[in-house]
Nanobody, 123 residues
Framework: QLQLVESGGGLVQPGGSLRLSCAASGFTLDYYVIGWFRQAPGKEREGVLC????????NYSDSVKGRFTISRDNAKNTVYLQMNSLKPEDTAVYYC????????????????WGQGTQVTVSS
């Protein structure tokens, strides 16, 4: 059974950093692209970053450019989202999702999702 589990969320002050992890089980991450999405209260779930099988990434959110990076460690079957210079507007539940073939910013294109991890940026 394909399963994704996010971790690493929490409360952080503005300007701080967090690293989220997305651990996969039941399948080999090598063959999938992984997207990170976020959903703030009252807003739609939006695509943030996606990492290809090659390790290159696509940024879908102008608001995180230069601050967030995505990486993967296939040996650990894990994808990471490094978030620096966090702002209050980054507060959201962050989800990782898997799909075959190509990256997409559309949540409907991803069939496998984790349960999400809460990130709160506040002083």
């Amino acid at each position: 059974q394909l399963q994704l589990v996010e971790s690493g969320g929490g409360l952080v002050q503005p300007g701080g950093s967090l690293r989220l992890s997305c651990a996969a089980s039941g399948f080999t991450l090598d063959y999938y692209v992984i997207g990170w999405f976020r959903q703030a209260p009252g807003k739609e779930r939006e695509g943030v970053l996606c990492i290809k099988r090659s390790g290159s990434s696509i940024n879908y959110s102008d608001s995180v450019k230069g601050r967030f990076t995505i990486s993967r460690d296939n040996a650990k079957n894990t994808v990471y989202l490094q978030m620096n210079s966090l702002k209050p507007e980054d507060t959201a539940v962050y989800y990782c999702a898997a799909r075959a073939l190509v990256c997409s910013a559309e949540k409907g294109d991803f069939g496998s999702w984790g349960q999400g991890t809460q990130v709160t940026v506040s002083s």
